[in-house]
T-cell receptor, first 113, second 112 residues
Framework: KQEVTQIPAALSVPEGENLVLNCSFT??????LQWFRQDPGKGLTSLLL?????REQTSGRLNASLDKSSGRSTLYIAASQPGDSATYLC????????????FGTGTRLTVIP | GAGVSQSPSNKVTEKGKDVELRCDPI?????LYWYRQSLGQGLEFLIY????????KSGLPSDRFSAERTGGSVSTLTIQRTQQEDSAVYLC??????????FGPGTRLLVL
């Protein structure tokens, strides 16, 4: 069964710092990997989606990479801002089954002004 | 275009009451999912609808939980005789076939 792990579980950084969030998964047979943002008590906002054939995706200050063979992805946030404070979740979509979206445990990011 | 919408956004109820949560998927998406996220926990799969096929209910935690999807579009998740442990954010997602899932904003349920 696919397992997704995120490190660190929590991270505090001063405003302006660049940071990296890590995601690892145990089975490389995936359709895609997606990074989400979740604010407290809210739903999920999709940030970036990387198809299994791609290596990275960029959106503004965010860059996500995917190394499918090693089962790893990183989310790079440049020039962090207090508004980036949230929980970041990665999820992998696998080809089979109804319950086919496996989420990581999340990294809770706090950007200190 | 319009994304997935859910209503209500927040619901407070008393223990023992029934609640209904609604999900409007993206038009044309044949697959619809319900998830639950309890405080400090990860997302828990509840149920999956695909077209006119019988739903996959393997994630429903008890027989107090049920869901319907009418006309292949709108879905309702019903929780009967709510318990305090049912308090959570309930998330709905839809997708074209079994592909990328698009999430709604969630319904935050609080059972007193």
């Amino acid at each position: 069964k696919q397992e997704v792990t995120q490190i660190p579980a929590a991270l505090s950084v001063p405003e302006g710092e660049n940071l990296v969030l890590n995601c690892s998964f145990t089975d490389s047979a995936i359709y895609n990997l997606q990074w989400f943002r979740q604010d407290p008590g809210k739903g999920l906002t999709s940030l970036l989606l990387i198809q299994s054939s791609q290596r990275e995706q960029t959106s503004g200050r965010l860059n996500a990479s995917l190394d499918k063979s090693s089962g790893r992805s990183t989310l790079y946030i440049a020039a962090s801002q207090p508004g980036d404070s949230a929980t970041y979740l990665c999820a992998v979509l696998v080809p089979t089954g109804a319950n086919n979206l496996f989420f990581g445990t999340g990294t809770r990011l706090t950007v200190i002004p | 275009g319009a994304g997935v919408s859910q209503s209500p956004s927040n619901k407070v109820t008393e223990k023992g009451k029934d609640v209904e949560l609604r999900c409007d998927p993206i038009s044309g998406h044949t697959a619809l999912y319900w998830y639950r996220q309890s405080l400090g926990q990860g997302l828990e799969f509840l149920i999956y609808f695909q077209g006119n096929s019988a739903p996959d209910k393997s994630g429903l935690p008890s027989d107090r939980f049920s869901a319907e999807r009418t006309g292949g579009s709108v879905s309702t998740l019903t929780i009967q005789r709510t318990q305090q442990e049912d308090s959570a954010v309930y998330l709905c997602a839809s997708s074209p076939m079994q592909e990328t899932q698009y999430f709604g904003p969630g319904t935050r349920l609080l059972v007193l």
